[in-house]
């Protein structure tokens, strides 16, 4: 089982930029796709980006697409989030996950066994 803690987060203007880190732990890292997703108050958690670790393919949500990143190193176990140009509708909870199931689409959250805690970003207007 892979253990995430994630770290990067606080309180950035709105056209700021913030970069997450997903720092891993356990199992083989470089074995498995993680994912960002984000939970704003009273919504339901969202996907937001994905690495697969066999192609090194990403996929983005639309409404991150061309302002977010999502990179990987291996070698630290370390999956970033560099977040560009900031929205206020930016402002949730990130956490990223461990993809531990093919049963179901990688934007769905029911294919991540492994989360991480959680980490605050606010995008003040």
């Known amino acids: 089982q892979v253990q995430l803690v994630e770290s990067g987060g606080g309180l950035v203007q709105a056209g700021g930029s913030l970069r997450l880190s997903c720092a891993a732990s356990g199992r083989t890292f470089s074995s498995v796709d993680i994912a960002w997703f984000r939970q704003a108050p009273g919504k339901e958690r969202e996907f937001v980006a994905i690495?697969?670790?066999?192609?090194?393919?990403?996929d983005y949500a639309d409404s991150v697409k061309g302002r977010f990143t999502i990179s990987r190193d291996n070698a630290k176990n370390i999956v970033y989030l560099q977040m560009n140009s900031l929205k206020p509708e930016d402002t949730a909870v990130y956490y990223c996950a461990a993809r531990t199931s093919y049963a179901s689409s990688y934007r769905s959250t029911t294919s991540y066994g492994a989360w991480g805690q959680g980490t605050q970003v606010t995008v003040s207007s």
């Open positions: 690495k697969s670790w066999s192609s090194g393919s990403t």
